[in-house]
């Protein structure tokens, strides 16, 4: 992407989650982790994804079959799904035409291209509904994977006196994280498991990067607000050791607080539209008696723990 112009795939308002107050949260597309729980995979790549949604096909004309000018699409003899699609091919394609003459809304893309001023006047609209609290978050995908477009909008936001909060996998180079802290209010960091070898087998990458990320951080004059987020994944990371292991490095930064994620299928409908596999079927979301006995983990270690994505002042 140019460094002027980011790629967004999804931007909803009045949130009262990621950060204080009512917010306007904005999911750029980009992540370098492939976490087999993840809840939004159509931001994983750093490109628009066509999403397909069955049950909205009307299964009469087809117009997307005969405008693909690369025959991606394929009506399915089987009946269902009623489209077969050549997810490479969709991939590839710039106009997604398709999508324009889908009218039952089956076919839709998830990424679009905003320029700075197009971001910000979205942002500029929402602003008179924060309140005093309120502001805007940057998540993702990672949104620190398109840095020079992420870091002028925060510089924007910082002029016009709009707080800002970023959610990051850490999962980048030291520079472009501390360069980002002078324009962010609060940063919302992922641990998502101590051992690298497990976090590796989950998230397709180490966690080295990501731990000297957060050293780095807290050992930083910035000022800002640093959460350290832990998705609760039953099977991944939920074990006494893991917990205590994390709870130990946290202490260990002088660090004050944790929030804990419980794991969810919620996202799990986006798999079938993008023709992906969602690998976390099978897998039984904790319960709230489970979840408070994680929090004691941390609050026994001194830490201020609090469960959900609600972030209290």
């Not at 308002?13 to 904005?26: E, N």
């Not at 051992?195 to 966690?207: C, D, S």
């Not at 944790?258 to 992906?276: C, D, I, M, T, W």
């Amino acid at each position: 992407m140019p460094p002027d112009r980011g790629l967004i795939f999804d931007i909803q308002g009045y949130s009262v989650h990621d950060g204080p107050g009512c917010r306007t949260l904005v999911f750029l597309s980009g992540c370098p982790l492939r976490c087999s729980w993840c809840s939004n995979p159509e931001g994983q790549l750093l490109r628009p994804r066509l999403m397909y949604r069955d049950r909205k096909c009307t299964h009469r004309q087809y117009r997307c079959v005969s405008v693909c000018p690369q025959k991606a699409i394929t009506v399915n003899g089987d009946g269902s799904p009623h489209l077969k699609f050549d997810r490479i091919l969709c991939d590839r394609c710039q106009e997604m035409n398709c999508t324009k003459t889908c009218l039952s809304e089956a076919l839709k893309v998830a990424g679009q291209t905003y320029a700075i001023d197009e971001l910000m006047k979205v942002l500029l609209r929402d602003q008179s509904y924060w309140g005093d609290q309120g502001g805007v978050t940057f998540s993702g995908g990672e949104p620190l994977l398109q840095k020079d477009f992420l870091l002028e909008i925060l510089r924007q936001c910082r002029s016009h006196y709009m707080h800002t909060a970023v959610e990051t996998c850490a999962h980048v180079d030291a520079e472009t994280v501390c360069g980002m802290l002078p324009w962010v209010d609060w940063l919302i960091v992922d641990i998502k498991h101590m051992n690298t070898a497990v976090h590796r087998k989950y998230t397709g990458v180490g966690n080295e990067l990501i731990l000297n990320n957060i050293e780095a951080i807290a050992s930083s004059d910035w000022d800002g607000r640093l959460i350290i987020r832990i998705p609760i994944v039953p099977e991944f990371n939920d074990d006494i050791d893991n917990l205590e292991n994390t709870a130990a490095f946290i202490r260990g930064l002088n660090l004050k607080e944790v929030n804990l994620l419980p794991f969810h299928r919620l996202g799990s409908s986006k798999y079938e539209q993008l023709g992906l596999t969602y690998h976390c079927s099978e897998v039984v979301p904790p319960s709230g008696d489970e979840m408070l006995a994680h929090q004691h983990v941390f609050t026994s270690a001194g830490l201020h723990c609090y469960i959900d994505s609600e972030t209290p002042f």
